[in-house]
């Protein structure tokens, strides 16, 4: 196994309100795999150009995997978030996917993992609170276990309640609820 070079080399710093998805400077950001970059503006684009929430679902599957790795997320995590609210809410294309990837973001974000920069922070936070609208705009969807537990864990986040928001997420399996149940009620 060699000596990965990229990965001793320092870590290139973004601090700015924003990134349009034309900036080149998403190439340099870190993704959810520490040490690792991902230009997240490329699956941001395609999710602005997508008709369907079929074709949302296949772009969001690439973005959980690159955003969110094993509880790390990094500063493209951040900076994608307003940008995922914003498409979502614009396109009324709104799934489990979008709330519960920038729920786990923003629950991850307190955790180990790389500092919000100051600059994104208005922003961010603004998109943050935007995931309330979105939750109640699925309110009349049916919901499978997965889709009640997203929706529940954005509207805790978004009204700052992220260790409720955190327990709610780990809570979208029914044997899982079940174990609670016999351990807490």
Known sequence: MGINFRDLSPKKTVNEPALSLNDPRWAELEGGYHGTTYDAS???RKLEQADSLEEVCEIY???WNELH???DVGVASYYAVPHM???AKEKGLINWDVLG???IIEIQRRKKNPVIPSALYPAYSNAISELLELATLMLA???DSGTASAVLTAIAVAKGHIK???AIQ???DEDVIDEFLENHC
């Open 42 to 44: 490329i699956a941001l």
């Open 141 to 143: 969807q049916n919901w």
């Open 85 to 87: 609210i914003r498409t």
């Open 69 to 71: 790795h094993q509880g």
């Open 164 to 166: 409720l928001g955190n």
């Open 101 to 103: 990837l920038v729920s």
């Open 61 to 63: 599957q690439e973005l």
């Open 170 to 172: 780990n809570l979208d």
